[in-house]
């Protein structure tokens, strides 16, 4: 991570452990945000917390979540409940000679504030900015969805106000007389790999796997 | 997933959406917890959800935290707060015809409940379980924390008693009527993948990457 140490937005968006790890730059956290695929949801319900996970999109300072409308957990964030979304990324372990400096490489990001629902054509936007953020052009592609089908959907923005990213990008650190010892450190990068596509069964003769699904393949994931 | 509905162990621990995605066998959410590599933590803090990433370990019905003895959360934990750990495991992106109808399949697990701070010879095994969780073998090829190491430590033991899997495991569900639509539908797998171990700049020579790091390449991330 390059050295963006900024003030944190608020007290308790504030990098507290391995501090020098925390950064509040709107280009880090948004980074972040888009390489990540699924973020963890909190919440208060009953005094007690729940975590759930949630696919998102961004759009600028802005996260859109979507769910049933029939949930529990959309109603209750719809309702204006305080929320932390979290996104992780694992990139590396970082393994160390001494089991105390093992560690991993990471990149997260956590984002709290309050989700107010979104209808009409802004709702559609979210759904679709969700979709895009996992498979980039896939809308494109598909069939949009009907008004009965956005009906049943509770599309939530979120502002990326609050907001804190931490980093941890290098390779192993031992104590010094450990060095020497004959025991193998090092990094191991981690990363998530697609797969090769599966057609459904009832697909329509002549199809071909699509811009959007081949992209996946390098780059994207 | 297999037809292993049971009851739930509490009101909360109910899966509600999609009901028939959930389980509440240990087999199925040992399976899981095992599966995952990284766990999100979600307590309250002035009134206020908080979630962070955290990794685990898993012993029969318990699992380790473990973190800095200077950590809040660490503390707030260790002093009794409320938590739920949750576990998510992305499997596939399910890529319908309509937009409406994308999904995933995915494998995840909600915990509820209290954790207690360990000491001693616990604690020592609570750090072991994490390291083990993540590369198997690998304990026993690096040095042993010392007494100074597990001071800076703060180890925690849950209860896997309140728990919960939700489990999507299938192809694409679509509308009857979209079925025929020149719209590739189908279902992308994706896995957490090794990369190349990059050894540490300063290793001794000679020393070779260890069975524990060669067998992550294959089957275990």
């Avoid at 305080?82 to 590396?92: E, H, I, N």
């Avoid at 089908?149 to 650190?173: C, D, F, N, Y």
């Avoid at 992209?215 to 994931?221: F, I, T």
Wanted: hydrophobic letters at 40%.
């Amino acid at each position: 991570m390059t050295d963006t140490l900024a003030e944190p937005p608020s007290e308790r968006a504030r990098v507290r452990r391995a501090a020098s790890r925390g950064s509040y730059d709107t280009e880090t956290v948004h980074a972040i945000l888009d390489a990540g695929r699924m973020g963890h949801v909190g919440l208060v319900a009953d005094g007690r917390p729940v975590v759930i996970p949630m696919l998102y999109g961004r759009d600028g300072d802005h996260l859109y979540l979507h769910g049933s409308v029939a949930s529990r957990l959309m109603r209750g964030l719809a309702g204006g409940l305080d929320t932390c979304l979290t996104v992780t990324l694992l990139d590396a372990y970082v393994l160390a000679r001494s089991a105390f400096h093992h560690s991993l490489n990471y990149r997260s990001v956590v984002v709290f504030g309050v989700a107010e629902p979104v209808t009409g054509d802004e709702a559609v936007h979210g759904v679709r900015c969700i979709t895009e953020h996992l498979v980039p052009g896939r809308w494109d592609e598909v069939r949009a969805p009907s008004d009965v089908e956005m009906r049943q959907t509770s599309v939530l923005r979120m502002p990326i106000a609050e907001a804190s990213a931490k980093v941890r990008g290098h390779g192993v650190v031992d104590e010094p007389e450990d060095i020497d010892l004959p025991i193998w450190a090092g990094v191991l990068p981690l990363r998530l790999a697609v797969g090769d596509p599966v057609a459904d069964e009832a697909l329509a003769p002549g199809l071909e796997v699509p811009p959007s699904v081949l992209r996946l393949d390098s780059a994207h994931v």
